[in-house]
T-cell receptor, first 112, second 115 residues
Framework: AQSVSQHNHHVILSEAASLELGCNYSYGGTVNLFWYVQYPGQHLQLLLKYFSGDPLVKGIKGFEAEFIKSKFSFNLRKPSVQWSDTAEYFCAGNTNAGKSTFGDGTTLTVKP | NAGVTQTPKFRILKIGQSMTLQCTQDMNHNYMYWYRQDPGMGLKLIYYSVGAGITDKGEVPNGYNVSRSTTEDFPLRLELAAPSQTSVYFC??????????????FGDGTRLSIL
């Protein structure tokens, strides 16, 4: 069965620190991968997506993620976080049938 | 564009009551989804639809029903509300065609409490 797992439930960083959030997936075939962000009190918004091609994808607000097929990973990174990055981050995967699976989310708190 | 619109935003129900959560999208997306989000549990897929007239169960369908009579609307019905259904419900939609699997657009959510 398809699954997505996120390693960190809660991450606390100081401003300007670097960020890496782990995501591993388990899918039987072709998979499309996404990272979404949910700011407090808001709905989920797309950060970035990977369909095919260059395994390093860049998203909005300086985020990027790298698809490593051999490790079944799609980790999210940002070189220098800001206080405004405080949010919950979800990794998700879609099969070719369009059905999606979300990880449990990682809460990021950035201290000013 | 309005995107994905959910109503109501908040609702309190008594145990055993029924209600319908409304969801409509104006992006002509073929796929629509209902999720529930419990604290620290991420999003769990309740039902989804690949087009008008077609629905399918997700991970946690028990206690819910859906219908998709039009492309735009995908209401979620709770027939006999139970405390375990207290949650935040998100509707989402996306365009999907073959390998063109676009990301989902989410509504603002419905916060539902069952007392």
């Amino acid at each position: 069965a398809q699954s997505v797992s996120q390693h960190n439930h809660h991450v606390i960083l100081s401003e300007a620190a670097s960020l890496e959030l782990g995501c591993n997936y388990s899918y039987g075939g072709t998979v499309n991968l996404f990272w979404y962000v949910q700011y407090p009190g808001q709905h989920l918004q797309l950060l970035l997506k990977y369909f095919s091609g260059d395994p390093l994808v860049k998203g909005i607000k300086g985020f990027e993620a790298e698809f490593i097929k051999s490790k079944f990973s799609f980790n999210l990174r940002k070189p220098s976080v800001q206080w405004s990055d405080t949010a919950e981050y979800f990794c998700a995967g879609n099969t070719n049938a369009g059905k999606s699976t979300f990880g449990d989310g990682t809460t990021l708190t950035v201290k000013p | 564009n309005a995107g994905v619109t959910q109503t109501p935003k908040f609702r309190i129900l008594k145990i055993g009551q029924s209600m319908t959560l409304q969801c409509t999208q104006d992006m002509n997306h073929n796929y629509m989804y209902w999720y529930r989000q419990d604290p620290g549990m991420g999003l769990k897929l309740i039902y989804y639809s690949v087009g008008a007239g077609i629905t399918d169960k997700g991970e946690v369908p028990n206690g819910y029903n859906v219908s998709r009579s039009t492309t735009e609307d995908f209401p979620l019905r709770l027939e006999l509300a139970a405390p375990s259904q207290t949650s935040v419900y998100f509707c989402a939609s996306s365009y999907f065609q073959g390998a063109n699997n676009q990301p989902q657009h989410f509504g603002d959510g419905t916060r539902l409490s069952i007392l």
